[in-house]
């Protein structure tokens, strides 16, 4: 069964290319995404993989990180006719299983969604703050101030911002395993409803519920294992990025039953990716 990885990443390009050296099969396409921000010659990216055009300016928080994933997943339905799953990651991700293992442990899988998800609200993950009110993160300067004076208005009213169509929110990870059935139809409802990604626009941190909560609004839902198999650390306290992961971390990853494990870089994670190597040979 053929998989695809989709790959956005925006800076160390040792990692990154190997990254695509280890998923290199003759049964996986690769896809990347550089960040325009990213002053690199795409000549230095691994060939093996295709790389998305045109390359987008994607920012923390803001909408432009479901901008650049919708873009590209359109080229790759549009150049994959066939696929079962199509894995979002970053580079700085890095696999746990060897290729022949993976194909394995997503034989297991195949008519499921694999999307970290939870309900949000008061009984799940309070994070309607981010939808409530309009947020510019990210944005110009004018947006911002635009945002900031609707939000003035809201509370003058008492009012907040609800999802458009009825819609429940749902919020997760922004990494994820979906089929490619799954991705078509939810490109076919964002292009029939423009609403939809109108809303999230000034939405914090879009990327975190965009996807969750479409899936979950679709006949997918029955299909979805609220878990994306990847092994991440944060670090303790508010933060915004999980900590680099380390040689010391080898044996939790193997543990935890994670397809992948993030974040990585070509240095101070060198030992450990080392370490998933020959696991992942000795498999």
């Known amino acids: 069964m053929k998989h695809v990885f989709l790959i956005h990443a925006h800076k160390d390009l040792l990692q990154l290319n190997a990254l695509l050296a280890r998923l290199a099969d003759p049964d996986f396409a690769l896809y990347v995404h550089l960040d325009r921000k990213w002053r690199l010659d795409p000549a230095q990216v691994d060939p093996r993989a295709h790389q998305v055009r045109p390359r987008l300016d994607v920012r923390w928080g803001h909408f432009s990180q479901v901008a650049a994933t919708l873009a590209s997943v359109r080229q790759v339905l549009a150049r994959e006719a066939e696929f079962d799953k199509l894995f979002f990651l970053s580079g700085q991700d890095y696999p746990v299983l060897s290729n022949a293992a993976l ?156 397809h992948f494990c993030r974040k990585l870089d070509s240095g101070s994670s060198a030992g450990l990716r080392a370490r998933l190597d020959a696991h992942a040979g000795a498999a």
């Not at 945002?147 to 458009?164: E, F, I, M, Q, S």
């Not at 991705?183 to 409803?193: K, S, V, W």
């Not at 941190?205 to 979805?224: H, I, K």
């Open 103 to 258: 194909k394995t442990a997503m034989a297991a899988f195949q008519d499921r969604e694999l999307i970290d998800c939870v309900p949000i609200g008061v009984d799940g993950w309070p994070a309607d703050y981010r939808y409530r009110y309009f947020y510019g993160e990210g944005s110009s300067l004018p947006q911002r101030l635009a945002c900031a004076l609707a939000n003035r208005a809201l509370r003058l009213v008492g009012r907040t911002r609800r999802l458009p169509g009825g819609l429940q929110p749902w919020g997760g990870s922004t990494w994820w395993t979906l089929s490619r059935p799954c991705l078509a139809h939810l490109l076919a409802r964002i292009d029939a409803q423009p609403g939809l990604a109108r809303f999230f626009r000034t939405v914090l941190c879009p990327d975190e519920l965009f996807f969750q909560t479409l899936v979950m609004a679709s006949s997918y839902a029955a299909r979805v294992v609220a878990c994306n198999f990847r092994y991440v650390q944060w670090p303790p306290g508010p933060a915004r990025n999980p900590q680099v992961l380390a040689e010391a971390d080898f044996e939790r990853i193997l543990a935890s039953g994670a």
